[in-house]
């Protein structure tokens, strides 16, 4: 028995010495060391930051992100627009042909584990009515350049008073 465990640690040794970059990478894990670890990308977003005018992104993967877009869809709940609008000087920055109605938001590549935020300029100077409600429709990577482990988690809502 002895000499067969030797055999096949030398076999994994020599097998490791050998690995191309092509195959995937042998980490240790919870049920031990040489487990296959597929590295994955993850984006879900944080709705609920945009109370504060922040627009945040959070990479819950094991691999970081390419760039990517954030889209916002502001409206009354139950309803069809109804939200303010953003002032005219932000609009080339915040909007695109390619999502129409949404405020759009740059998102650069996120390593994994981290959260990426972004101040709304303009956030200060907007007019909300008080007593009012706007929900706030998330969805990241709408154009799926990322190759995600998790798409149904793309999408988020946050109701702001």
Known sequence: MAAVTIALAGASIAHAQTRTADQPTL????????????????????????????????NNGTAASVPTVVTINCHRPGQN??????????????????????????????????????????WAEMDWPSGEEFQFDYVV??????????????AGSHVWE
Request: include cysteine; aromatic fraction near 6%; glycine fraction near 6%.
């Open 27 to 58: 980490a240790p894990t919870a049920r031990g060391p040489g487990a296959i670890v597929a590295r994955t990308i993850d984006l879900i977003p944080i709705p609920s930051r945009i109370a504060n005018g922040v627009v945040s992104v959070r």
């Open 81 to 122: 627009g109804g939200c303010v609008d953003i002032p005219a000087a932000y609009l080339a920055q915040y909007t695109s042909a390619a999502y129409p109605n949404r405020l759009v938001v740059q998102v650069p590549a996120i390593q994994p584990g981290h959260v990426y935020n972004h101040n709304l300029p303009f």
């Open 141 to 154: 990577d709408p154009a799926n350049t990322n190759n995600e482990s998790n798409e149904a988690n793309n």
